[in-house]
């Protein structure tokens, strides 16, 4: 019988941020670690999920999830091994994946809680490679976008967990051109030698990003994979051919402003070019998650599919991490690590 502590670490939010989360905004606190209800698993949380969204959650308005509250911990998803159990199906030692994330230990509904086989990719590839975070490009990319074989597709924030699996993607699937931006000379080597990419530039350092993108996408482009907002937007509606289709998913750019920002100033075009921008959100796409595992599984096995994580040690690093992701030091998937 596993001896449980009688503690364990968890994140609250304690002040919505203004602009920029800063550290006094947020509290690691103990809490007790009990026997798990009747249907119920206690995990150990082996690996949590930092991600852009969870900016969102933590000011107080009306959005597609709720915001986090004020002196409870914060969720996200996470990956750990069940030390107790109080329900059918789930074993001590199983792993699962749940939603229970900036925490030592959870107490997850069964129901909430997804088996998950270790032997099949390490553990944290399921809150990346082979979790939401890859859906979200196979999703956007193929069902959002309408990809198509020959298309030219551009991504922003490519070297994101998100970005360099949807570049990946679409040159598994026969992109005439696949092209990057990201914000340092390092990750812009990174997309060219390690991913594939036809042509990548760094947005911070190389001049505008609308030339960038029209040297490095000298014919336009078909598809816009948008994480970034802003600039990256603007410059996208200028390149893109007729019936160019662009998946919005995020806007990174814009998190953390005080301000309104302004729309595109080249919005019109969408009208003469008769473009498609189209927000998507990964859980109107869980149907997709039978074939999307069984078509990535097999990009990873037969190395067609490569990915990065930036890992993080320790539950204390968590404010850290999810800061760090935000000013965009991460390559890959940003995890904390608990062990």
């Given amino acids: 019988m596993t001896v449980l502590p009688a503690s364990g670490r968890e994140w609250h939010l304690v002040a919505r941020p203004h602009g920029w989360p800063k550290p006094e905004d947020f509290a690691l606190r ?16 082996k690996h949590f999920s930092v991600d852009p969204y969870m900016r969102g959650r933590m000011n107080d308005v009306k959005s597609y999830t709720p915001p986090y509250q004020l002196d409870h911990p914060m969720d996200g998803a996470a990956v750990g091994e069940v030390v107790a159990s109080n329900a ?39 809150l990346g490679v082979l979790g939401m975070t890859g859906l979200t490009a196979y999703a956007g990319l193929f069902e959002t976008a309408s990809f198509k074989e020959g298309d030219a597709v551009f991504v922003s924030g490519a070297a994101g967990a998100v970005g360099n699996q949807v570049g990946q993607l679409a040159r598994i699937k026969g992109a005439s051109r696949v092209i990057g931006s990201a914000g340092s000379d390092e990750k812009v080597k990174l997309l060219t030698e390690e991913y594939g990419f036809d042509a990548a530039f760094n947005y911070k350092s190389g001049g505008s990003v609308k030339e960038q993108l029209k040297q490095a996408a000298p014919d ?90 930036t890992s993080v040690e320790g539950i204390e690093k968590g404010y850290d991490a999810f800061l760090g992701l935000l000013r965009g030091e991460n390559t890959g998937k940003m995890i904390v690590t608990l062990d």
């Fill in 30 to 45: 103990e809490a007790p670690v009990a026997e798990p209800g009747e249907g119920r698993v206690l995990v150990r949380n």
């Fill in 88 to 126: 059918e199906g789930f074993a001590v030692g199983d792993h699962v994946l749940h939603g229970l994330g900036w925490r030592e230990y959870a107490q997850v509904p069964a129901k909430y809680a997804t088996k998950i086989d270790a032997s099949l990719a390490p553990l944290s590839a399921y």
């Fill in 220 to 309: 336009g482009i078909d598809v816009y994979f948008d994480n970034v907002g802003g600039e990256h937007l603007e410059a996208a509606l200028s390149s893109f051919n007729l019936h160019g289709r662009a998946t919005i998913c995020g806007m990174i750019s814009q998190y953390n402003s005080t301000e309104s920002t302004p729309a595109p100033h080249n919005l019109a075009l969408v009208i003469g070019k008769r473009l498609r921008l189209q927000g998507m959100l990964v859980n109107d796409h869980r149907a997709l998650m039978p074939q999307f595992v069984k078509d990535v599984s097999g990009w990873l096995a037969s190395g067609e599919l490569k990915y990065q994580e």
